[in-house]
């Protein structure tokens, strides 16, 4: 069977079981499967393609169909103009989380600073801001072991084993160190809202990265209450959060001595991300 064949029944399947994004989908797949960039597969559509690779892309379709993120099935996803390891232990990198890296470049571009990352995750900001901030190290601690294994392997990946630590240790037991800044894209989803999320966010990523608790807020008041002991005077907090929490993360943080000093909104203007200094 030739290539765009092969596309064809892997567009037909997906969307027959309500995959929007099908003919893409399909693509990426076979791109997959041939370990080929999919320009490369379009260029050369008519290729013969042999039935053990075949079988293969119809495994890869058959978990597409049950609403698998096309990152996990990959086990990879872009962020910020490079490539990351991901599976169903990381969250898989947002647009959105890249606003926030490129404020955080614009703040301290050519400085020298330390950076602790709270619930690393894949750890695609920690090292998307250490490939750029050549003269600065990181800490990076998320509670997954599993989690903390693909964010060290990014690192690696990335050349920046030397200045990146990662830990499971808690970072409400991080004690006698300071950084210049604390960034956290923690979990901010109210607990009652996760069983209305779709079916590729709410069955496949991980869980205890989503459960914000009650009020969606639970993990941002620890990070902020830790944060006044372990910033540097002047230091930044930069703190991802959900729609519509931006009042209540205002109030939580004023009255914990934090100034707001630039709020980062999202592709539909909603205010996702905050930056503040300890008074």
């Known amino acids: 069977m030739k290539a765009f064949e092969i596309i064809k029944i892997g567009s037909k399947f997906l969307k027959e079981n309500k995959i929007p994004s099908s003919i893409l989908d399909s693509e990426i797949l076979l791109s997959k499967t041939l370990n080929k960039t999919r320009e490369e597969i379009l260029t ?3 290729q013969k393609i042999d039935k053990k690779k075949f079988l293969l892309f119809k495994k890869y379709l058959q978990r597409r ?9 990959l086990g990879e996803k872009e962020f910020w103009s490079s490539t990351f390891y991901v599976n169903n232990n990381t969250l898989i990198p947002r647009p959105e989380t890249e606003l926030l890296v490129d404020k955080l470049l614009e703040f301290y571009r050519n400085k020298n600073i330390s950076i602790l990352d709270i619930g690393t995750g894949s750890g695609c900001i920690i090292v998307s801001l250490l490939i750029n901030l050549k003269k600065s190290i990181g800490f990076g601690v998320d509670i997954s072991k599993d989690a903390i294994s693909i964010a060290t392997k990014n690192s690696i990946k990335h050349k920046l084993a030397n200045r990146i630590k990662f830990s ?3 970072f409400e037991k991080i004690f006698n160190k300071k950084f210049d800044l604390i960034v956290s894209n923690p979990p901010y989803i109210e607990r009652k809202d996760i069983k209305n999320l779709s079916d590729d966010i709410k069955n496949y990523e991980p869980r205890m990265a989503l459960d914000g608790g009650n009020d969606g807020l639970d993990l941002i008041r620890k990070v902020i209450y830790k944060s006044k002991e372990i910033l540097k005077i002047k230091g930044t907090l930069a703190l991802e959060i959900g729609n519509e929490q931006i009042k209540k993360v205002s109030k939580i943080l004023v009255d914990n001595n934090f100034r707001i000093k630039h709020v980062i909104k999202d592709y539909k203007n909603n205010v996702r991300c905050v930056l503040t200094n300890y008074k």
Do not use: L, V
């Open 44 to 46: 050369n559509i008519d």
């Open 65 to 73: 169909s049950k609403n698998e993120p096309i990152a996990y099935i």
């Open 168 to 170: 499971t240790q808690s």
